[in-house]
């Protein structure tokens, strides 16, 4: 029999919020996190929008010393671990824990990119010896489950996922098998991405991926929306604390959602386009729902990948159709990036905690900007406001560049 699996504790630094909890109620009120980039100059690039972090008070959680040493992606991990840490009841000592089994697995698509900028120009303008002896540490993707670690003195299993927008939702999936194989009792997992510089912009811009609404940043997210044009970037971190249900119930901890399935797939396709047929996402949440053990109309609510794309909300729309047919009319759907955009290896850190929480309140967010819904997607995206409704069961779509798919189901714990 397998073991168990469940969600104890979230946390969450986003676009909307620096906290999970008021990142929840924005999402709720249907509030955008998109503004004009404030961070550099935009001089030049076709796109001067992103859903920038704002206000975080990074050193009630860090001291400075150590702040110093952080790109940012490993600020926004360490933040939302602390979060997520604390939502679950631990013990800052760790009491009633094995520490030997407990781990952490954090993702990150692109990892210290803003580090890796400052340093190269440090080198280029003022030569070798002024290239800090943290840019190392400060760089590497592995970092952020590395820091976490010590932080929480956590000796188990620990490493990053790396699968570009698909990161987080990588290390979730990994770190319920880690649980299931009884490797380890607690796990700390999610995602972390601080990718809004001015040479990624121009990277996905040269790519055709962004949005390029200026004039209108709130609405330049509208997932499924006919006058979409790309996708929102996005920074942030989400980051839950799971944990074997035997391990929960011994704590006497909250329980948010157990987690019963997990299924990955590659497209094999593209470098960056899903297959028209949205086939690589479909065999992913078949393979999923398998995992799970439960009929497709079970499932109440999907959280989207979502991303605003031409091509990948349509194949997102197909794949589902391929898995449920007539009953993916049934299913309430909606887009947590029409808010907070696109936070790449970060995204299924946070939308996972959404889905839990979703559960958790039996309650689940709009999609905001559809105002003209594309023809092809023409499913209920809950474009009319939030919905209370009932939830037994969910799946949280992740999708990423290079054709990485993940999807993961969700079910209220009784």
Known sequence: MKTRVVITGLGAVTPLANTFNETWEKLLEGKSGVDTVTSFSTEGLPTTIAAEIKGLEAERYIDKKALRRMDPNERYAIVASQMAYDDAG????????DLNRCGVVIGSGIGGIQTLE???????????????????????????????????????PNYS??????????????????????EADVMITGGTEAAITRLSMAGFCSARALSSRNDEPPRASRPFDKDRDGFVMGEGSGIMVIESLESAK???ARIYAEIIGAGMTCDAHHMTAPPPDGGGAARAMQLALNDAGINLDKVDYVNSHGTSTGLGDIAEVKALKTVFGEYAYKLVINSTKSMIGH????????????????????????????DNQDEECDLDFAADGK??????????????FGGHNVSIVLSAHD
């Open 161 to 182: 996922t790396v699968s570009a927008c698909a990161s987080a939702a990588h290390a979730i999936a990994d770190s319920y098998r880690i649980i299931q194989r009884g």
């Open 118 to 156: 400052a340093q190269h120009l440090a080198l280029n303008d003022r030569g070798p010896k002024r290239v800090s002896p943290f840019f190392i540490p400060m760089m590497i993707i592995d970092m952020s489950a590395g820091m976490a670690a010590m932080r929480f003195n956590f000796r188990g």
């Open 343 to 370: 936070l790449l290896g970060a995204a299924g850190g946070v939308e996972t905690a959404v889905t839990a929480k979703s559960i958790k309140e039996q309650m689940v967010h709009p999609t905001a900007n559809i």
């Open 250 to 252: 011994a704590r006497g």
């Open 387 to 400: 919905r209370s409704m009932k939830i037994r069961n969910a799946i949280t779509n992740s999708f990423g």
């Open 90 to 97: 631990l013990s800052n000592d760790g009491e009633g824990l």
